[in-house]
């Protein structure tokens, strides 16, 4: 195994997880709900009355939080090893995992298991394996 130092960012990686934890716990605090972003993403989808304004808000948050951090330093690169057709098949594959699992990375793995949830934590490990041996087998077993 290699580790990039110059490229291992320990104390902005522990400020991330720190806000994310914060919102997690302000979303439910706030508002008493969770903050799972396919449940998010998917209560945007099928819109029920007084309950889209508090997700258009969580989401306009997520996606505009990069804007914010470019005020103090740039964007790093992005390097995506992957073609287009791969990249909408694995899109599509965590999608219907998502929709099978009642839920994303997010919300088990942040938000069930600091509640506690057997489900989550089931799910959790459910997703790290299956993340451990894809990278197995597709970077150490197959020719390719």
């Known amino acids: 195994m290699h580790i990039d130092w110059p490229a291992f960012t320990p104390w902005a990686a522990l400020a991330g997880g720190a806000l994310i934890g914060l919102a997690a716990v302000g979303l439910a605090l706030l508002n008493g709900r969770i903050a799972g972003i396919s449940g998010i993403v998917g209560g945007l989808l099928r819109p029920v009355k007084g309950d889209t304004a508090w997700?258009?808000?969580f989401l306009i948050?997520?996606?505009g939080s990069s804007w914010v951090y470019t005020l103090w330093a740039p964007l790093p690169a992005v390097q995506v090893q992957a073609s287009d057709a791969m990249?909408?098949?694995a899109g599509l594959i965590?999608?219907?995992?998502t929709r099978y699992g009642a839920g994303c990375t997010s919300g088990h793995g942040v938000c069930g298991l600091s509640r506690l949830s057997p489900r989550s934590l089931a799910a959790t490990l459910a997703f790290m394996a299956t993340g451990f041996l894809t990278v197995g087998l597709l970077r150490h077993a197959l020719p390719f």
Not at 94 to 97: A, D, K, L, Q, T
């Open 55 to 57: 997700r258009a808000a």
């Open 61 to 63: 948050g997520l996606l």
């Open 87 to 89: 990249l909408v098949l």
């Open 94 to 97: 965590v999608g219907v995992g």
